[in-house]
């Protein structure tokens, strides 16, 4: 059963986002148009799941499949769309995950999403705080259930999502 934990900042986070990177640029090649560190391991100071997220705009989604053995060969498993439509989604690490790659074709809705949400929370420390502050709650109490986890987050989510567009 994966538990929830939500840890201080790490600095090692940035590096550990750089060493996939090139791991992953090695898979994917030219199939790439450009690689993002996103999700709260991407915030400096922010409390965070110790997972890191990266987001990777591809030419065409269609193809990415074609790589998955190259993937499951680095450790990752292929988990394909995985609920939303047009992604393509990789973790690594088992219950322990370490790693989330999300696919998306280049100019998917949910990259700009993604990218104002992470870039809102570097510019607003306050509202990072009080993201941090709920995840950790949320962590405590839904140690064991991360649908609830996820699912406290959302509406938090929403509100920085919609003030992210207003800048």
Avoid at 49 to 55: C, F, M, R, S
Avoid at 92 to 102: A, F, L, N, S
Wanted: proline share 3%; aromatic share 10%; charged share 30%.
């Amino acid at each position: 059963m994966r538990e929830m934990k939500v840890v201080p900042y790490k600095q090692e986070w940035k590096n550990q986002y750089e060493v996939e990177k090139q791991l992953i640029e090695e898979v994917f090649q030219d199939e790439i148009v450009d690689i993002h560190h996103i999700g709260s391991t991407s915030v400096p100071g922010l409390a965070a799941k110790p997972v890191i997220d990266i987001l990777i705009e591809v030419k065409n989604i269609a193809f990415i499949h074609t790589y998955n053995n190259e993937m499951i060969k680095r450790g990752y498993e292929c988990k394909g769309e995985n609920g939303i439509e047009g992604r393509r989604y990789f973790q690594k690490g088992g219950e322990d995950r370490t790693h989330h790659v999300h696919m998306y074709e280049q100019g998917h809705s949910e990259v700009g999403r993604h990218l104002r949400f992470r870039d809102y929370l570097r510019k607003h420390p306050d509202e990072a705080w009080q993201y941090a502050c709920l995840k950790q709650e949320l962590a405590k109490k839904y140690q064991y259930s991360p649908a609830e986890y996820v699912e406290g987050k959302t509406s938090f989510i929403q509100m920085i999502d919609q003030k992210a567009l207003r800048k």
